[in-house]
């Protein structure tokens, strides 16, 4: 397995090249779209392996609650997946003014909400750098300065994965988080 390991305080921070479908961590979280349609992308591939019990839920969730805002978080169970929970992170689309904030804020709220869940692992995708066209080096220098700030805060968690789709994705993650960590 391609992968490599930073040490930040008490929080292991992996990235690994592969699916994040895959991963024995409590939290998978996913790419998805503000009416949590997984139609495409890692989206499609979480509800294809979790199974439709994860497209059921999340579909509840928005008839409770409306769309989730870009940059918001929606929780909902992981059906067969080896995780406990999916964490739907909406991420902006490449070219949006706010973007970058946007982006900031769903990782941002993607990690406290496993936090908050009281868990000890999560596994981040690279958001928004697929259907939605963001550059894989803008998304890992986002990720990278969000997971410093917040590591030394984190009680629960205890490591947070980054898996990348696809060896570019990858290696422009390890030279980012190289300078920033
Ligand atoms: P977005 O709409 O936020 O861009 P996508 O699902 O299109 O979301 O893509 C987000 C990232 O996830 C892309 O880098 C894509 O290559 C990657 N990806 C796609 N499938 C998987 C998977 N099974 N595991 C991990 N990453 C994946």
Redesign the pocket.
């Known amino acids: 397995m391609v992968q490599t390991r930073f040490k930040i305080g008490n929080v292991t921070v992996r990235l690994i090249q592969?699916?994040?479908?895959e991963q024995d961590v409590d939290v998978i979280v996913n790419?998805?779209?503000s009416y949590l349609k997984h139609g495409?992308?890692?989206?499609?591939?979480?509800v294809r392996k979790g199974g439709e019990i994860i497209q059921k839920e999340s579909d509840e969730w928005v008839k409770r609650n409306g769309p989730v805002p870009e940059g918001e978080v929606a929780v909902t169970t992981a059906g067969k997946l080896k995780a406990k929970y999916v964490v739907h992170a909406v991420?902006p689309k490449f070219g949006d003014p706010e973007g970058d904030v946007k982006l900031r804020n769903a990782i941002r709220n993607s990690i406290l909400k496993a936090e908050e869940l009281g868990q000890s692992s999560i596994a981040l995708?690279?958001?928004?750098?697929?259907?939605?066209?963001?550059p894989?080096e803008r998304c890992a220098q986002i990720m990278a300065d969000i997971v410093k700030e917040l590591s030394p805060s984190l009680n629960n968690l205890k490591e947070i994965r980054v898996?990348?789709?696809?060896q570019e994705?990858f290696e422009t993650f390890r030279r980012i988080f190289h300078e920033k960590l």
């Open positions: 592969g699916d994040i479908t790419a998805a779209n495409g992308g890692v989206a499609l591939a979480i991420g995708p690279a958001i928004s750098t697929g259907i939605y066209g963001y894989y898996v990348l789709w696809g994705a």
